[in-house]
Nanobody, 114 residues
Framework: VQLVESGGGLVQAGGSLRLSCAASGSAFSRNVMGWYRQAPGKQRELVAT???????NYADSVKGRFTISRANAKNTVYLQMNSLKTEDTAVYYC?????????WGQGTQVTVSS
């Protein structure tokens, strides 16, 4: 299984970015996809996840600002990030859990300037 992320970059506080992650390399069944992030000097933390059935879960810090969605036919997950804050600066990692196994993307940098 391979996860390829895109959409990171530099944005001013209050701005928006959209991350995408496409999964390939397997036949996909019921699974959970999502996003984690890791800021310098901090542990990796959950941002949001979405089940293939559509249920979602968000970290409190991003509720109301970020929206996770997915296109099952494309094995792709998206993260729409609005009202970005400087504390959202981190490397964002795509995540897939399927058949009890965890898979990770290579990470994409999101930098929010003040």
């Amino acid at each position: 299984v391979q996860l390829v992320e895109s959409g990171g970059g530099l944005v001013q506080a209050g701005g928006s970015l959209r991350l995408s992650c496409a999964a390939s390399g397997s036949a996909f069944s019921r699974n959970v996809m999502g996003w984690y992030r890791q800021a310098p000097g901090k542990q990796r933390e959950l941002v949001a996840t979405i089940h293939s059935g559509g249920s979602t879960n968000y970290a409190d810090s991003v509720k109301g600002r970020f929206t996770i969605s997915r296109a099952n036919a494309k094995n792709t997950v998206y993260l729409q990030m609005n009202s970005l804050k400087t504390e959202d600066t981190a490397v964002y990692y795509c995540y897939l859990n399927m058949w009890g196994n965890d898979y990770w993307g290579q990470g994409t940098q999101v930098t929010v300037s003040s």
